[in-house]
């Protein structure tokens, strides 16, 4: 069956003959015959195109995919221009590798600067790196870039994304520093807390913003309460909500990173997504992984290349600041073409009215007797609602109208609205709502 | 060629929303973004002009040939590209409830199954996204091990020197310290080096076999048990896995643990540097230790690599690769990447030196040091002229231990007229550097720029475009 080798037995024969050997078997000689397999793999015969093709597709079809997603919690749908499809599809950029030889790379090199480009200009940030695995990675990554001999401890914000907070700790477990909560208070970072935690062994203060229940953090007084102490500041940032909420910049942080999956990454079971790193120009030797830079070449002609190379794992082996290598280049290429295509003012519009839809339902829930939103103060596109009844029972009742409900969550559930819904789907599951909460009374 | 930023025009741009219907809600003046952002502005018709002109700048596996050592650049499928594009998976939120990714848990089962199979592993975790954050996956798989044993002196990985940088960058990420093993005379693992290094320290070995020389050790099994014995778990790099698919297996060599590269041997595509998939399987007694998704199961004591449950289109492409070819493709696959190696290694090595090994595995080095020492020709100017033919050069000065080395992994998906013209190619390469070798030091000559300032770019770093002040 389909093998994508294009040489016949014959021809391999041939090759055989003209190396010099009988058969395949004698590049196998160096392997004890105690462990080379005597029997095929247990694994079914090769089938035709068509045949894979049906398979997957009946595996995609057991599969449900909902009309309407109020879901978010880390991974948020949002239209995606139909040429992003398109120009991320082209196998020059999907089957080419790492650019590391620029004379023959310029296009996914050019590509990497002007994603680096769009990264800071979001941020407000002075630098980027190409890109590492997701969000979770990137602020896990963050701390690593912050700590030093006499600073080994990390603080994180307890309204952190669950997923973050879980990697962060594993990367700190890795290296042997410690990860300290602060805790919050009515949904928000604890700023006095923060300042009892902010000791001499601190290395750095990582907030989420919007955090995950969807408020905004007050990103510039945290910031300054980090500093003071002598202690670097990292936010993880919705991109989304970057394009109307004040940069990581202006709230004074070093390092800004996030998961950049809003910008035109479907959901996808959770991945591929993309993980952005931006950076002040004091730290930028200490971000990890790719970084392209402009420079000329021979004749003096603008070329791009991949630069600060003396940072990483191929020349710096145990001594490199990460052991990235590959990264997400295809997402941060997909994050440019869709901040590309969608421009200033589709970014605003995009994230206006997602927060603006998410506010509208809230106000439709809050209306529902025995519901209540927790959310105080200022948001974004998620909230957190207390029912009057269980989460399961709303959500299967949504499940059965093919909406796909809010995360559950301790105190309720995580609502999350996004441009892709209308009015009409909102009302239609607010109604929903309405009718388990009232049947229950 | 312009930066799309050169190419914005104000009051350009595409629509793509309807005007919102609901009522619009600002945020507070002390929350709103302090200056509007500067993306750039174009129509449709100039960003799909954009990108076409920097998809010409590009040279991908699917373009021509790629013999990037180490990289495993076969042919990507377009089939494995359309069925990860199907809506069933793409539309997929990651915290869907249970019954309702039936599909996706059947794609990571089936994926599951046969790559433990491959690899003579129990079980896997699909959450590393790429090689290296699988190599860190399961080094804390490792030390998860021993501190649950209360084994908790075990701090030192062992690497021998030829092994890929991402190693012991891995190793030290987890916390480890390395114990660099140098290479024997054969460029395999020096058994007594290995010994003399184990103690009751040694939390493990990490090793790729075949090695980067592309060399299998024909000591595996001994080496492994010199681990074991010494209380350490053996861990295989699983970059050049496609050298032993189907013949021989990592479980069966003693090892404990495996990344595979789902991007290179599973022919999924690299994107130009990603994403990958690494996925890492292992024997049952590293089972406990596999991370989770705290989200979903509220585990705090669990190892998590990143958000959710991994690079899941990737897995669905290596799928349907792995469907496609089964048992006996998976076993061809390999068999092919090994005789192409060795053919094209066989019609190079009367000019182009091999120091290790008469035959090799699914890629070969060459060291062109005595070239050098004759003409001044270098393994970079080699693998710059390479470019002017339309080939994208070979790994260049890696592994460490071979000087001026120059590494081909051709693949089983290139045809034997490719690997002739290639061969062809480097063959007149030596002539020229003997004839007229001055002219390849500026190579190449015919390629979308000159040989760029690496120095410049890294003294005065330019990392993104300016905005003009308007």
Redesign the interface.
């Known amino acids: ?7 016949t037995k014959e ?2 024969r ?3 003959a ?4 009988d058969s ?1 078997a ?7 015959d ?4 005597k029997e ?8 035709s ?1 068509l045949e ?2 049906q ?3 009946t ?8 009309g309407t ?1 109020l ?1 978010g ?3 948020y ?1 949002h ?1 995606i ?1 139909s ?1 992003v ?3 991320t ?20 090199l ?5 994603y ?3 990264i ?3 941020t ?1 940030m ?3 790196n ?2 590492v ?5 990137a602020a896990a990554e963050a701390i ?1 870039m912050c700590r030093d001999r006499k600073r080994t401890v990390a603080l994180v914000s307890a309204t952190t ?7 962060m ?3 700190c ?4 520093y410690e990860l300290r909560i602060v805790p919050e208070k009515d949904g928000r970072t604890d700023r006095d807390a923060l300042e009892q935690a902010l000791t001499a062994d601190v290395c750095c203060f990582y907030v989420q913003q919007p955090n995950f229940y969807g408020n ?1 953090e007050d990103c ?1 007084a945290l910031g300054e309460t980090v500093h003071q102490a002598g202690v670097k500041y990292i936010m993880g940032c919705n991109p989304m909500a ?6 990581p910049a ?1 709230c004074g942080a070093d390092v800004a990173v996030g ?1 950049g999956q809003p910008l035109g990454m ?8 993309l993980g952005f790193m931006a950076a002040t120009s004091a730290m ?1 030797r200490k971000l990890p992984g ?10 003096g ?1 603008r ?3 991949l ?4 940072r ?9 600041s ?10 941060a ?1 997909t994050a ?2 869709y ?12 994230a ?2 997602s ?3 998410a ?2 339902f809230a106000q439709k829930l809050a209306a529902i007797a025995g519901v209540n939103v927790l959310n105080q103060g ?1 948001w974004f596109h998620e909230f957190v609602t207390e029912l009057p009844v269980s989460a399961q029972s709303v ?1 299967n009742a949504l ?1 059965a109208e093919n909406i ?1 409900g809010g ?1 559950p969550v301790k105190d309720g559930i995580l609502w999350c609205v996004t ?1 892709v819904v ?2 009409e789907q ?1 009302d239609k599951a607010a109604a929903i709502i309405e009718e388990v909460c009232a049947s229950c009374n | 060629m312009q930066l799309i930023f050169e190419k914005s025009h104000a009051g350009r741009g595409c629509d793509l929303l309807p005007a919102c219907d609901v009522p619009e809600v600002q945020l507070p003046e002390e929350l709103k973004r302090e200056q509007p952002l500067r993306l750039p502005q174009l129509s449709e018709t100039e960003i799909s002009r954009h990108y076409s002109a920097l998809a010409k700048r590009a040279h991908g596996v699917n373009d021509g040939f790629y013999p990037l050592g180490s990289c495993t650049m076969k042919y990507n499928p377009r089939i494995d590209e359309e069925m990860a594009a199907l809506p069933g998976f793409t539309n997929i939120h990651p915290l869907q409830p249970e019954n309702t990714v039936t599909g996706c848990k059947q794609v990571l089962d089936t994926a599951k199954a046969y790559l433990c199979e491959a690899t003579g592993m129990d079980a896997i975790t699909f959450q590393p996204a790429a090689g290296a954050h699988g190599e860190f996956t399961g080094l804390l798989l490792i030390k998860s091990y021993h501190e649950a044993r209360g084994d908790i002196k075990r701090n030192k990985i062992i690497i021998p020197d030829a092994a890929h940088g991402t190693n012991p960058a891995s190793a030290s990420m987890a916390g480890f310290t390395v114990v660099t093993i140098p290479s024997g005379p054969d460029g395999c693992v020096d058994l007594n080096a290995l010994r003399a290094s184990v103690g009751e320290d040694t939390a493990g070995l990490m090793l790729t076999n075949p090695n980067t020389v592309g060399i299998f050790d024909s000591n595996i099994l001994e080496i492994t048990d010199i681990i074991h014995q010494a209380g350490g778990l053996n861990y295989y790099d699983g970059a050049n896995f496609n050298a032993i698919m189907g013949v021989v297996r990592p479980g069966d060599m003693g090892f404990d643990v495996v990344h595979l590269n789902l991007h290179k041997t599973f022919a999924t595509p690299h994107g130009g540097g990603g994403p990958g998939s690494g996925p890492v399987a292992c024997k049952s007694i590293l089972q406990p230790y596999l991370p989770g998704c705290a989200i979903q199961n509220s585990q705090k004591e669990k190892l998590q690599l990143k958000a959710f449950h991994g690079n899941f289109l990737v897995v669905v492409k290596a799928l349907t690769y792995m469907l496609t070819l089964g048992a006996e493709g998976i076993r061809s696959a390999c068999e092919g990447a090994v005789l192409n190696a060795n053919y094209m290694m066989a019609k190079l090595k009367d000019l182009y030196p091999v120091p290790y090994g008469k035959t090799c595995m699914h890629e070969f080095v060459l060291s062109l040091e005595e070239l050098k020492k004759e003409t001044g020709v270098s393994a970079l100017d080699v693998a710059k002229s390479l470019i002017d033919h339309g080939i994208h050069p070979p790994t260049m000065y890696f592994p460490l231990i071979v000087h001026e080395a120059l590494m081909f992994e051709p693949t089983e998906t290139e045809s034997r007229e490719t690997l002739d013209e290639a061969a062809e190619v480097m063959r007149e390469l030596y002539q020229m550097a003997h004839e007229d070798g001055a002219q390849m030091h500026d190579a190449p000559h015919h390629a979308q720029i000159k040989r760029p300032d690496e120095v410049l770019a890294a003294r005065q770093p330019v990392l993104r475009y300016q905005w003009k002040q308007v």
């Open positions: 069956m389909g093998q994508y080798i294009p040489s021809e391999q041939e090759m055989l003209a190396i010099g050997v395949l004698a590049f196998y000689e160096n392997v004890p105690s462990v080379l397999l095929p793999l247990h694994i079914p015969a090769g089938k195109e894979v093709r398979m997957m597709e595996m995609s079809q057991e599969n449900k995919v909902f997603i879901r919690a880390g991974a749908q239209y221009p040429i499809k398109y120009i599809a082209k196998e020059e950029f999907v089957t080419a590798y790492t650019p590391y030889q620029a004379e023959m790379s310029q296009g996914i050019q590509s990497i600067f002007e680096q480009t769009m800071c200009d979001l407000g002075d630098t980027s190409a890109s695995y997701d969000g979770a990675s690593a994304h669950p997923d973050v907070l879980a990697t700790r594993t990367y477990y890795g290296a042997g905004f510039t970057l394009a109307v909420m004040k940069t202006a998961e479907p959901l996808a079971y959770g991945g591929p997504y930028t790719r970084i392209v830079g402009e420079t000329k070449d021979a004749d002609n070329a791009y290349v630069t600060l190379q003396a990483e794992q191929h020349i710096r082996r145990e001594k490199a990460s052991n990235v290598c590959s990264n997400q280049a295809l997402c290429l440019a073409v901040m590309g295509t969608m421009g200033p003012e589709g970014m605003r519009q995009a206006g009215q927060m603006s839809k506010h509208y200022s959500l499940e796909l995360l441009e209308s009015k909102l």
